[in-house]
């Protein structure tokens, strides 16, 4: 369910078409068809509906918030480093993006970042805010690796 919530709020962002979100769903319900809420969504003809619908299944029992982070960091920066991408257009997104997590995890790290990553650019500094945007994209990367290190994994 958390690769359906990322797709729900990049959809939402306006980081990634409708195409991507639907496509999810449907695998997911054909490898779980006896999942109520899937069937619902499935079925469900109102966009908006089925997007604030899903996000909202965020707090569903057994929703894993670090599968959940792990899945929503690789995809957008997946879209950061994206020829295409504009850092000013990307931040916006990611604001919105975050306006739509469930509070559960909005102010946790490292989602709490994506209210901050862009604060350089108002001051024109794209180094420091692309650095603060790495953060983010290293988040479990670096605490995992912090893990091992010091032996509590």
């Known amino acids: 369910m958390e690769e359906l919530i990322v797709h729900a709020l990049l959809y939402s962002a306006g ?10 769903l449907d695998r997911l319900f054909m490898e779980n ?3 109520g809420d899937l069937l619902d969504l499935e079925f469900s003809s109102d966009e ?7 996000i909202a299944l965020f707090d569903r029992p057994g929703t894993d918030t670090d599968v959940f982070g792990k899945k929503l960091t690789k995809a957008l920066r997946d879209i950061y480093e994206r020829e295409d ?7 916006e997104k990611c604001l919105s993006l975050w306006d739509n997590l469930p509070d559960t995890v909005a102010y946790e790290k490292p ?3 994506l209210t901050v990553a862009g604060d350089p650019l ?3 500094d794209e180094q420091l805010c692309r650095q603060m945007y790495m953060r983010f994209f290293t988040y479990y990367t670096d ?7 010091y032996g509590t994994r």
């Open 85 to 91: 991408t504009d850092l000013r257009d990307f931040d």
């Open 33 to 35: 068809s006896g999942d």
């Open 15 to 24: 980081l990634e078409e409708w195409k991507a979100y639907s496509e999810t």
């Open 111 to 113: 989602f709490s970042l």
């Open 122 to 124: 108002g001051w024109g």
């Open 143 to 149: 605490q995992e690796q912090g893990d091992e290190k």
């Open 48 to 54: 908006n509906d089925v997007i604030s619908h899903t």
